[in-house]
Antibody, heavy 119, light 106 residues
Framework: QVTLRESGPALVKPTQTLTLTCTVSGFSLSTSGIFVSWLRQPPGKALEWLALIDWHDDKYYSSSLKTRLTISKDTSKNQVVLTMTNMDPVDTATYFC???????????WGQGALVTVSS | DIQMTQSPSTLSASVGDRVSIACRASETISGWLAWYQQKPGKAPKLLIYKVSNLESGVPSRFSGSGSGSEFTLTISRLQPDDFATYYCQQYTTYPWTFGQGTKVEI
């Protein structure tokens, strides 16, 4: 069965770089038509799409955050990694990874990882 | 970027009511629109994809409609489990974007 699990630090300091890992199971990151996406949700606010990587290693980013984001994958480890530089308290949020279907809707989600940015 | 605007932001309703949530895109999208339900502390759950297709396991009281830039999620007879926040999302073009959410409350 398809599962995704986010991991990473719960607390980061302002200006630091955040690195989050999404470990997947039930599918291979190298299979044609496979995508993995990262999203976030600040407390009490709406969902925000951040980035996506596909099986071919093509990458897509949020317009407002693209200068700070990098998405990558390690197929051998079944992991997708998101890095976000220059963290700020406004980046405090629950970060989700999700797998889009072959059409693009997000049908599988991780449970989310809360990241707090504070000194 | 395509902006998604939902209305209303909050909807007060009772069990058994028929409720509708609107989602408007800032430009025409080619039918690549999804609806999600989210409960506090949980990941979103896919309800509807490609405007009107019901995700497997989702009750048939949920339905989606619309075209162009105007879309609607309808719950035909609200059940206690349906009190949650609902989001629309376009996946026509990158970057994908979400509406600001509609909270359905008692």
């Amino acid at each position: 069965q398809v599962t995704l699990r986010e991991s990473g630090p719960a607390l980061v300091k302002p200006t630091q770089t955040l690195t989050l890992t999404c470990t997947v199971s039930g599918f291979s990151l190298s299979t044609s038509g496979i995508f993995v996406s990262w999203l976030r949700q600040p407390p009490g606010k709406a969902l925000e799409w951040l980035a996506l990587i596909d099986w071919h290693d093509d990458k897509y980013y949020s317009s407002s955050l693209k200068t700070r984001l990098t998405i990558s994958k390690d197929t051998s480890k079944n992991q997708v990694v998101l890095t976000m530089t220059n963290m700020d308290p406004v980046d405090t949020a629950t970060y989700f990874c999700a797998r889009p279907s072959r059409f693009g809707e997000l049908d599988y989600w991780g449970q989310g990882a809360l990241v707090t940015v504070s000194s | 970027d395509i902006q998604m605007t939902q209305s209303p932001s909050t909807l007060s309703a009772s069990v058994g009511d028929r409720v509708s949530i609107a989602c408007r895109a800032s430009e025409t999208i080619s039918g690549w629109l999804a609806w999600y339900q989210q409960k506090p502390g949980k990941a979103p759950k896919l309800l509807i994809y490609k405007v009107s297709n019901l995700e497997s396991g989702v009750p048939s009281r949920f339905s989606g409609s619309g075209s162009g830039s105007e879309f609607t999620l309808t719950i035909s007879r609200l059940q206690p489990d349906d009190f949650a926040t609902y989001y629309c999302q376009q996946y026509t073009t990158y970057p994908w974007t979400f509406g600001q959410g509609t909270k359905v409350e008692i």
